[in-house]
């Protein structure tokens, strides 16, 4: 939407592994922020949060800080425990509890 607007915000990507060609790095797109800049991260689904918690160290070895972390859904297999003994809180839009309820009803 912020496009829509003509104020498109800035983006980056955190690949699982780097790609063998392009820039070859983990994190893409780095050249809209500078250092110190607070972004947040955004994951589809998060399980025991192992690869966002790899992530948030490529992230902030890169200089940004997070200012949140988003998901659609949390299993809720210990990723938002991880996640909280690193300093920062999961918000979901979804859990696996509030799900299969919605399924029951």
Known sequence: LSHLDGRPLPAFIIRKQAKGH???????????????DRVALLEDVVTTGGTLLTSVERVRAAGLEIAAVLCV?????????????????????????????????
């Open 22 to 36: 392009g820039t070859n790095q983990f994190l893409e797109g780095l050249k809209n922020f500078q250092p110190g």
């Open 73 to 105: 859904l949390d299993r809720e297999e210990g990723g938002r425990e991880r996640l909280a003994q690193a300093g920062l809180t999961l918000e979901s839009i979804f859990t696996r509890k509030e799900l299969l309820a919605a399924a029951r009803d």
